[in-house]
């Protein structure tokens, strides 16, 4: 009696080092995302049942299965290889111990200290803590890509959003699209220092 061929997704089921990697990272990259394992599979035109497999790492998917679901989880294919675990994607800076960089585009009197840094992923994650200087102006020209959010956590100022003008107290926060015109319009209390985290899209 001739033996039933598999699906082109599936060999042998088998724990192999690589099918667990694989499996890891697919489950890793959905649960990031915050999706079931249903919708993600639907998207994906497989079963439920079968990314489970995957996800455990118990069948080895083949580079057509591995396309669909990058595609329902809206990534590309190559998140599933490589050292994965060993990206940094985890960052811990101790206090005071941030990097001073010198931003494109910066004011005068803007100290910048990025604070922590993602490597991978199609997410650029730039977070600041940026004080102002004695002699530090008012600037309401800032403009960039992406988006930005902005934490007050000493002084008080008023804050240009295009044509809106809000006032920032210490706890006071912002989330705005950065491709408008905004910053300090004008510095009410001092000192003033702020965190400020700009998320843009790579490429």
Known sequence: MPSRSRPAFETEPTRGAAACEVG?????????????????????????????????GLVSPSVD??????????????????????RTDFSHVPAGRGVQVDRVGAVANYRYELIGHILSGNLFVEPYFVTLLPGAEPYVTFQ?????????????????YGTKVVQLRVGDS???????????????VQPVSYLSVVFTLRG
């Open 24 to 56: 890891a990272q697919v489950r890793a990259l959905r649960l990031a995302a915050g999706v079931s394992a249903g919708k993600v599979a639907a998207a994906s035109g497989i079963s439920a049942s079968m990314l489970s497999r995957i996800e455990r």
């Open 65 to 86: 299965t591995l396309y669909r679901i990058a595609r329902g989880l809206n990534v590309p294919i190559s998140r599933f290889f490589g050292d994965q675990p060993g």
């Open 174 to 188: 912002l989330l705005f699209d950065a491709t408008a015109l905004h910053g300090i319009e004008a510095v009410e």
């Open 144 to 160: 960039h890509p992406g988006h930005k959010f902005l934490y007050l956590l000493s002084g008080e100022v008023s804050y240009r």
